[in-house]
């Protein structure tokens, strides 16, 4: 069971029904739909799903904009539908946020396959996100607690261990993390 919905993006309702009722038989949670990409990104504001379907081309645009748009905004892995005529350009244009771009018509089989592997491809991208934004934070207060060692070395005539182990001592007294003792030092000087 996927907690998480689907939201289908495509000027058919016909086609809309049927890949409704493959999206609820394969456990998820809810289906929402749009008719085209003016009411897609309208909806998407009200409406975290798990994974998008873009069935190519959509009333009011080709649908590579709208992957566009929503990508950086959601974590839902996103599966396009295009016609062959559109297949290259559209894979150009939106591999680079792992979009996923396939030829119509399409097996039900290969579309469920695609679904499981977009939705778990965008979760590990996500968790490697958040490993990278983490290290890149500590990095910085890393960098932070540098400098103010050096603010000690220059100004108060520490050696470099000494100014390390200053900083190590009053946030272990204090209780307080080492940024904020380097805060404190550069706020004294």
Known sequence: MNARGVFIVCSKPELIKDLRALMLQQGYSSVEYALSASEARRKLDYFEPGLILVNAPLQDELGVELVLDIADKTDAGIIVLSRHEHLAEMQYKLER?????????????????????????RKSIKGLKLQNDDLEKRIQDRKIVEKAKWILVEKMNMTEPQAHRYIQKRAMDLRISQLKVAEEIFNSF
């Open 97 to 121: 946020v792992g979009a996923l771009v396939l030829p119509k018509p399409i097996s039900r089989t290969i579309l469920i396959q695609t679904a499981k592997f977009a939705v778990q491809s």
